[in-house]
C-alpha cells in the first residue's frame, strides 16, 4: 500500500459506508483511540504489575472490551490492542505454557475485533451515519516496555543489547499478533534507532503482509527518547514499504506541532501523533507525576493544530481518556459522537 495514500485506502476498502464522505470533512484525519491502560484503571482494574495493562488479558478480559467500546462511542476510527506489555517471556515468568502465553496475545486482537465488529453492527442500525467502521491495530510495546522499568521512555538498553537480540524480543510476538487478523500493526513508543531498524528488518524477515506504523517516544520534541535524531530514524522506516505511517505516541502534547513539522521535511509517510496528557511517568516510583497537564479542552485545540500541521492520524495516549477523545472527534471531524448513554 502506498504511503500517502493509506488513510484514504483505509475506509474506502469497506463497505462504503460512514467512510470517504466523512474523511473529506475531516481533512482526511483519523481518529486513533486515548489511553488504554489509563482507562482499564479508570474501570477499576489493578495494573500495578510487570505485565501492566496486559495483566487484564489474564484476570479481566471482559474490562478490555469494554474500554475498546467507551473509545469507539467516543468516536475513535482506530482502536488498540491491550499487547502494550503484553510479551511471551513476560506470560511465561508468570508460570504459563508456551500455547497459553500466545493464546493470550490472540486473545488481546480478538477482542478489539470483537468489540469492532459488535460496536460498527448497533451503528449500522442508526439512521444518521456518525462513525466509521473502525480499524484494529495490534499493539507492540518496545523492549523497554517489557523491562518495565521506564527504559521506553530513556531509550538506555544498557551494553549487552544489539539489533539480532531485539530481532529475536520481538520475533515470535509479532508473527503471532499479524495472525490474528488485526488491520494493522502499531509499534508503540520506540525510544531508540537500533529497535526502529530492528523492527524493520523483521517485518522484511518474517514477510508480515499486515501494514505497519511505527511511532517513537521523545521527551524533548527534538530527538527520541534515547537523544538520536528523528531524521536518522525515519531513513530506516522510510525505506521499508512495510511501514505505512511514522510518528510519535506517550510525548508531552506541547512538542508534537515541532515534531510533525520536523517529520514532513523527511518522509512521505502518513503522520501519526497521540501524546499523553503531559504528565511524566516516574518509571522507579510506577506512578504518573504531575507536569504541565492537558486535560480534553487543551487537547482538542492542539489535535487541530496537529491536523493543520500535517498529522493524518491523531490521539491520546496515557492518561488521555474517552472524553479526550470525544473532543478530538468533534474537533476534527465537526460532529459529535454518542455518549454511551445514547448507544
Ligand atoms: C507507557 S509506560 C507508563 C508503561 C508501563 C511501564 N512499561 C512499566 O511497566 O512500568
Ligand atoms: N496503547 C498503550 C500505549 C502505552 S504508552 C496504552 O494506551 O495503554
Ligand atoms: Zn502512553
Known amino acids: 500500500m502506498h504511503a500517502s495514500s493509506f488513510v484514504h485506502q483505509s475506509w474506502t476498502s469497506t463497505d462504503g459506508r460512514g467512510g470517504g464522505g466523512d474523511r473529506e470533512e475531516a481533512g482526511g484525519c483519523a481518529v486513533i483511540d486515548g489511553g488504554f491502560a489509563t482507562q482499564l484503571e479508570a474501570l477499576g482494574a489493578d495494573i500495578n504489575d510487570p505485565l501492566w495493562s496486559a495483566a487484564c488479558l489474564i484476570t479481566k478480559p471482559h474490562l478490555i472490551k469494554e474500554v475498546h467500546m467507551q473509545y469507539l462511542e467516543a468516536g475513535a476510527d482506530v482502536i488498540i490492542s491491550s499487547s502494550y506489555q503484553a510479551t511471551i517471556p513476560g506470560f511465561l515468568a508468570r508460570g504459563m505454557l508456551l500455547e497459553e502465553a500466545e493464546g493470550l496475545l490472540r486473545t488481546s486482537v480478538e477482542l478489539a475485533l470483537e468489540a469492532r465488529d459488535e460496536f460498527w453492527k448497533s451503528a449500522l442500525r442508526k439512521s444518521k451515519p456518525v462513525y466509521n467502521r473502525a480499524l484494529v491495530a495490534a499493539s507492540i510495546g518496545s523492549y523497554g516496555a517489557y523491562l518495565a522499568d521506564g527504559s521506553e521512555y530513556s531509550g538506555s538498553y544498557g551494553d549487552d543489547i544489539t539489533t539480532e537480540k531485539l530481532k529475536d524480543f520481538h520475533r515470535r510476538r509479532l508473527q503471532v499478533l499479524a495472525s490474528a487478523g488485526p488491520d494493522l500493526i502499531a509499534f508503540e513508543a520506540i525510544p531508540n534507532k537500533m529497535e526502529a531498524q530492528a523492527l524493520v528488518d523483521l517485518l522484511d524477515e518474517e514477510s508480515i503482509q499486515v501494514p505497519s506504523w511505527i511511532c517513537f517516544s521523545s521527551v524533548d520534541g527534538e530527538h527520541l527518547c534515547s537523544g538520536e535524531s528523528f531524521g536518522d530514524c525515519l531513513q530506516i522506516l522510510n525505506a521499508s514499504d512495510k511501514v505505512v505511517v511514522v510518528g510519535v505516541n506517550c510525548a508531552p502534547p506541547q512538542v508534537i506541532e515541532g515534531i510533525i513539522r520536523d517529520l514532513k521535511k523527511q518522509t512521505k509517510k502518513a503522520i501519526a501523533v497521540y501524546p499523553n496528557s ?43 481518556t474517552p472524553s479526550t477523545i470525544r473532543a478530538v472527534s468533534k474537533v476534527l471531524k465537526g460532529r459529535t459522537a454518542f455518549s454511551a448513554a445514547q448507544i
Open 278 to 320: 503531559g504528565e511524566v511517568w516516574d518509571g522507579r516510583a510506577k506512578r504518573w507525576l504531575p507536569a504541565e497537564c492537558f486535560g480534553h479542552k487543551g487537547f482538542d485545540v492542539l489535535a487541530k493544530r496537529w491536523q493543520e500541521a500535517g498529522a493524518s492520524l491523531i490521539g491520546g495516549c496515557c492518561r488521555t
